[in-house]
């Protein structure tokens, strides 16, 4: 007996360099057919909404993860934070929706399921513990919306795909892979450990099952212009 499992990351709605509208359709199928769907961070994007305030951008938020939520009642949800939902306003909120949703919870950090590990993947930053990605969260609990001013200049960033430069520049894989089994180790779910799997994001950059130290990455990139983005499926033991 198997359970379905999806994951979709970085989707960051609100931020209108996002194309993750395009993308709902195949989300809701994929929600049609899970037993479980994992929404492992940075779905909501509050540094970058077009909504004026955080406050706003959690209301709208919270209404969208409600709606989905409700709309298949079989499915186990699980929210899983990134860094650019990782804002006390929208956690607060969250929490509120998941106390009183019986299929829906959520997780700061982690997500454990069978011999798969769920997390977003901002502890490659630099060569981080759970110490240390706790530190980072905090700069990013009262984040506010940038403004029109530097979103424009962000528009022609995109538009000349400097993103894409960007990430291959900050994430070479084998120190992404590195960093994360660095974490991995901190937490007990490196390689000597019955994690098997490991599906995360952050990176926007794809990676399939690239297999290190006896553990399978995965990353569904991003859907962002120049960039691959996938849905994760996976099939855990019940
Ligand atoms: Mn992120």
Redesign the pocket.
């Known amino acids: 007996m198997t359970r379905k499992i999806y994951s979709v990351s970085?989707l960051h709605l609100f931020c209108r360099r996002s194309l993750a509208e395009r993308h709902l359709p195949s989300i809701s199928e994929a929600i049609a057919d899970a037993d479980a769907f994992v929404f492992n961070?940075?779905i909501f994007d509050f540094r970058w909404s077009v909504l004026p305030t955080a406050a706003e951008t959690a209301r709208e938020a919270v209404r969208w993860l409600e709606e989905t939520v409700q709309r298949r009642p079989e499915c186990q949800f699980h929210y899983v934070l990134?860094?650019?939902d990782h804002v006390q306003v929208f956690i607060d909120q969250l929490h509120e929706l998941a106390e009183r949703t019986s299929n829906l919870s959520w997780e700061p950090y982690y997500l454990k399921m069978g011999k798969a590990l769920f997390l977003?993947g901002?502890c490659v930053v630099g060569r981080m513990t759970a110490r240390d990605l706790e530190t980072f969260r905090e700069g990013w609990l009262a984040e506010e919306s940038r403004g029109e001013f530097v979103n424009r200049l962000y528009d022609v960033a995109f538009r000349t795909r400097v993103h894409c430069a960007v990430s291959r520049m900050f994430f070479p894989r084998a120190t992404v892979i590195a960093r994360l089994a660095h974490y991995l180790d901190d937490i007990g779910h490196g390689a000597d450990s019955g994690t098997k799997e490991i599906y995360f994001g952050?990176t926007h950059l794809a990676i399939d099952g690239l297999e290190h130290r006896g553990q399978r990455f995965y990353n569904g990139g991003a859907p962002m212009p120049g960039l691959a983005f996938k849905i994760l499926r996976a099939e855990i033991a019940a």
Do not use: F, L, P, Q
Request: glycine content about 22%.
């Open positions: 970085d961070g940075d990134g860094n650019h977003h901002d952050h």
